[in-house]
């Protein structure tokens, strides 16, 4: 029983993935939105910290596996096993998407390629978001196999990928009036808090033959509420200035950013404590 950090390579990769899968659409959008080859140029070099934080998630990944080596054996079942599909769609989207960051700074991206480039690795990465919720779809954990799961991971793409790329579009000085991407991120949010509050109930029904659901994280009220009013906080530093009809500075994006991101770190590591198989318990 615990909060589920003893998983914390597993939380690390996911919610940097999904977040960083949101991101990117946020900043593709604005780089297929301006002809300004110098803003493009910006918006292009802020994006660089996507792919740093992708690579760290990766590693955090490669560590829960307990040997680098056993990456590899992770590909063995493509399009047979959910696991194999997600290392193979997360390295798809992290190769495109790298490789397409790496050609564009250094100015050898033609600009029709990258655009059908951009748009194939913005794809890539909601399937790398897909792929990875299938992994949990198990039918021997009661406590995973829920809607709940998939909406928990998309949700984390929609609540924290639009204010990440706020942030970096903010850095890349690009004229964003970012009043629509805090509106993705408030329905989303609004999602999460509802998908939270019927599984709490839900929670309190499952049980196998030795282990109710519910004892397996008893802070799981409380933890809640942390992580919602963290995420509320974070959210709360970049509506306020856009309610004055002001740009949040980049200060209080980056703040904002790091509390959004400190809530779903929480709810994916009680994510991860709910575990627990059909006829038996695993603590």
């Avoid at 998630?57 to 590909?75: Q, T, Y």
């Avoid at 990258?114 to 992994?135: D, H, N, S």
């Avoid at 994510?271 to 006829?279: A, E, I, K, P, R």
Wanted: positive net charge; hydrophobic residues 55%; glycine residues 10%.
């Amino acid at each position: 029983m615990g909060n589920g950090l003893h998983e914390w390579p597993l939380i690390l990769f996911t919610v940097l993935g999904q977040s960083i899968a949101g991101a990117v659409i946020v900043t593709g959008l604005a780089w297929l939105s301006t002809n300004d080859k110098q803003q493009k140029q910006r918006i292009v070099n802020a994006m660089l910290a996507l792919w740093v934080l992708m690579g760290l998630g990766f590693l955090a990944s490669m560590m829960h596996m307990g040997s680098p080596l056993r990456a590899f054996n992770s590909m063995n079942r493509v399009f047979s096993s959910s696991l194999s599909n997600e290392v193979l769609f997360g390295s798809l989207f992290f190769a495109l998407g790298g490789l397409w960051w790496l050609l564009a700074v250094l100015k050898k991206m033609p600009e029709g390629l990258g655009k059908i480039w951009l748009l194939l690795t913005m794809a890539m990465g909601l399937l790398f978001v897909w792929a990875m919720t299938r992994v949990y779809m198990i039918s021997t954990v009661p406590t995973w196999n829920t809607p709940h799961t998939t909406i928990g991971f998309f949700m984390t793409a929609f609540v924290v990928g639009p204010i990440l790329g706020t942030l970096l579009l903010r850095i890349a000085k690009f004229p964003c009036h970012s009043g629509r991407l805090a509106l993705i991120s408030i329905v989303a949010y609004v999602i999460t808090i509802a998908s939270v509050l019927v599984q709490s109930g839900e929670i309190a029904l499952i049980a196998s033959s030795v282990q109710r659901a519910s004892a397996l994280v008893p802070d799981f009220g409380s933890l809640q509420m942390v992580r919602l009013v963290a995420t509320s906080l974070g959210l709360m530093l970049w509506i306020l200035p856009l309610m004055k009809q002001n740009q949040p500075s980049v200060i209080s994006l980056f703040i904002g950013t790091l509390l959004v991101l400190f809530g779903e770190l929480i709810g994916r590591g009680l994510f991860y404590g709910l575990h627990m198989t059909v006829g038996m318990a695993v603590a």
